[in-house]
Structures are given as C-alpha cells and as structure tokens.
T-cell receptor, first 113, second 111 residues
Framework: NAGVTQTPKFQVLKTGQSMTLQCAQD?????MYWYRQDPGMGLRLIYY???????DKGEVPNGYNVSRLNKREFSLRLESAAPSQTSVYFC????????????FGPGTRLTVT | TQLLEQSPQFLSIQEGENLTVYCNSS?????LQWYRQEPGEGPVLLVT?????EVKKLKRLTFQFGDARKDSSLHITAAQPGDTGLYLC???????????FGDGTTLTVKP
C-alpha cells in the first residue's frame, strides 16, 4: 500500500497563476483533509471531506477550493495564487471509525513569487 | 483562537537526558493524538489517548492524558538523536469529525 500520495512535491507559481494539488489514498478511508503548515504555526485545516460527496470549510479556507472526486481522491485548487499562500500543503485521510487518527502524505512545497 | 498550547516551543538537549513536553487546552477533548514529524516529511501518528488519566508507553516514550481530558504530556527517557523532530499534539472534540493541532515542539537531541 502506498498510503497517501501527493503530487507535485514542489511547485513555484507566479502571483495570479492557478494550480491544483492532487491527493490520493489507497486505505479505503472515508475522510480526507487538506492542511497547510507554516513555520512555527503547526497545521491549519483548510478543507475536509467527511465522506464522498461532502466537503466542509476548515480554519483557513479563503483562496482555496476543493473537489472530492471519488472515495480515493481529494484535490485542492488555488484559483489565483498569492504570496501569502506560500506554504507546505499536507493531505491526510482517516477511517470513519477512528476519524481522529490521521495518515498524512509527504507534502507539497509551494512557493508563490 | 488556539485551542491547543504546546510547550516548550523549542527544546535542545544532550543524548541520554530526559524531557517532557506539554499540550494544554481549556477545552475537553474526546481523544488526543501525538504525532512526530521529521524534516521534509508528513506527520506520523505515535499514539492516541482517549480515557482521562490514561497512560500509554511506546518504548522510551510515555504519554499521559489529563484526568479532565484537557491536557496531555509526552515524556521521553534517555533521549537519542533519532528522537529529533517536531512533536505535534492534536485534539478531537466530540462529534467534530476533525482535529485541531497545536503549534508543535521542535526537539533536537545532540549526540
């Protein structure tokens, strides 16, 4: 099992450009999450999806959109990137019976210039 | 509003020393998790505690959940350089379906 995979690993964007971060899990988990991690600020929840077909805002959703494509895949889209979105983005998944135990991908390091 | 406060923020010790890091909140959690994150990687789950007063041991790591389920501690005995990393606590509120993370404690163990 690959667990949680994320693509790309690194990305540099210019202000105003758009891009989609991809995430997939092969653990048959119902719940999936997107976080951003900035230095000294831990993990902040952007959006989450408790099950296929549902999405909810987290702590910092402004400037982002998500799509739960199917049970395996959960994508994060930046429509018009801003320097404040420079961060490391992590996708995670969890089983519905233990939704608090999350399994993380390796992250995408995004720089917006 | 930061629901989970971790302390200390940074900790640098010599190999063989003992240490304790703390995770505190004013909220009552249904469960609390500890994760370790190494540079360039995602967090990895170490343990979940769910019962007030619960103590769990993982080799040289001891985790405790406060009686009131508002706080937790992680104690490492005889730290090794391999323990170096960012330690994150995360709490789940009842029926929330999501977790809140603390800002983490960066631990450096020098040989």
């Amino acid at each position: 099992n690959a667990g949680v995979t994320q693509t790309p690993k690194f990305q540099v964007l210019k202000t105003g450009q758009s891009m989609t971060l991809q995430c997939a899990q092969d653990m048959n988990h119902n719940s999936m999450y997107w976080y951003r991690q900035d230095p000294g600020m831990g993990l902040r929840l952007i959006y989450y999806s408790a099950s296929e077909g549902t999405t909810d805002k987290g702590e910092v959703p402004n400037g982002y959109n998500v799509s739960r494509l199917n049970k395996r895949e959960f994508s994060l889209r930046l429509e018009s990137a801003a320097p404040s979105q420079t961060s490391v983005y992590f996708c995670a998944s969890s089983d519905v019976r233990k939704s608090y135990e999350q399994y993380f991908g390796p992250g995408t390091r995004l720089t917006v210039t | 509003t930061q629901l989970l406060e971790q302390s200390p923020q940074f900790l640098s010790i010599q190999e063989g020393e003992n240490l304790t890091v703390y995770c505190n909140s004013s909220s009552v959690f249904s469960s609390l998790q500890w994760y370790r994150q190494e540079p360039g990687e995602g967090p990895v789950l170490l343990v979940t505690v769910v019962t007030g007063g619960e103590v769990k041991k993982l080799k040289r790591l001891t985790f405790q959940f406060g009686d009131a389920r508002k706080d937790s501690s992680l104690h490492i005995t005889a730290a090794q350089p391999g323990d170096t990393g960012l330690y994150l606590c995360a709490g789940s509120l009842y029926n929330a379906g999501k977790s809140t993370f603390g800002d983490g404690t960066t631990l450096t163990v020098k040989p």
